[in-house]
């Protein structure tokens, strides 16, 4: 009889302990983040990080196409070349819509969601330009040798050079981010330790 009052009496002061525990990491892994800015909006700062994370996917398959242009470009026909670009023009022109829509709702972003989208403006509409080109030259000189003595292999290196550029960028500012939410959680729980 006492060895079962002990075992109980053990049981409610470990579950006493840990309730605490639980509670904390529950506080911290369930809600709705908080905006860092007074001028950010919640939804339209989630639906911006949904918008980066498709953006960098969409930078990473043009990287992919452009990257094999580059390696097999003297082998490749022309028609073959043609279809890469394609693709990556259609990844390039839905990054374009993207970062249309995330324009529209800048001023109510999360200050490094603006500065993010700032930086990689500039690697889309490059991308644009010299696909634009490729595509052009591509059209005229289907000759291989052609294209070789002409800007085309340099439009392809800065496609793949913006497309990896952008990718780098969202990944570090994003990462970096939410190390800083993260940081912010942490100090926030232990002022409330503290005030406690």
């Known amino acids: ?44 700062a989630e639906q911006a990080s949904t918008l980066f994370n498709r953006m960098n996917t969409l930078a990473l398959k043009t990287r992919k196409e452009v990257a094999r242009l580059q390696v097999q470009e003297q082998q490749l026909d022309w028609r073959a070349q043609a279809a890469r670009l394609a693709r990556a023009k259609a990844d390039v022109n839905k990054m374009g819509n993207d970062l249309i829509r995330l324009n529209e709702v800048k001023n109510k972003l999360e200050p490094w969601q603006q500065s993010l989208l700032n930086k990689i403006t500039r690697n889309q509409h490059e991308m644009v330009y010299q696909l634009d080109a490729a595509i052009h030259k591509l059209a005229v000189h289907q000759n291989r040798t052609y294209l070789a003595l002409s800007q085309y292999p340099q439009n392809i290196n800065i496609i793949y050079k913006n497309a990896n550029q952008m990718t780098n960028t969202i990944s570090t500012v994003t990462q970096y981010a939410n190390a800083e939410q993260k940081m912010a959680a942490l100090e926030k729980m232990n002022n409330r330790k503290v005030s406690s």
């Open 1 to 44: 009889m006492r060895l079962n009052f002990l075992k109980t009496t053990g049981l409610l002061l470990v579950a006493g302990l840990l309730m605490p525990v639980g509670m904390l990491l529950a506080s911290t892994t369930t809600g709705v983040p908080a905006v860092t800015s007074s001028k950010a909006n919640w939804y339209d």
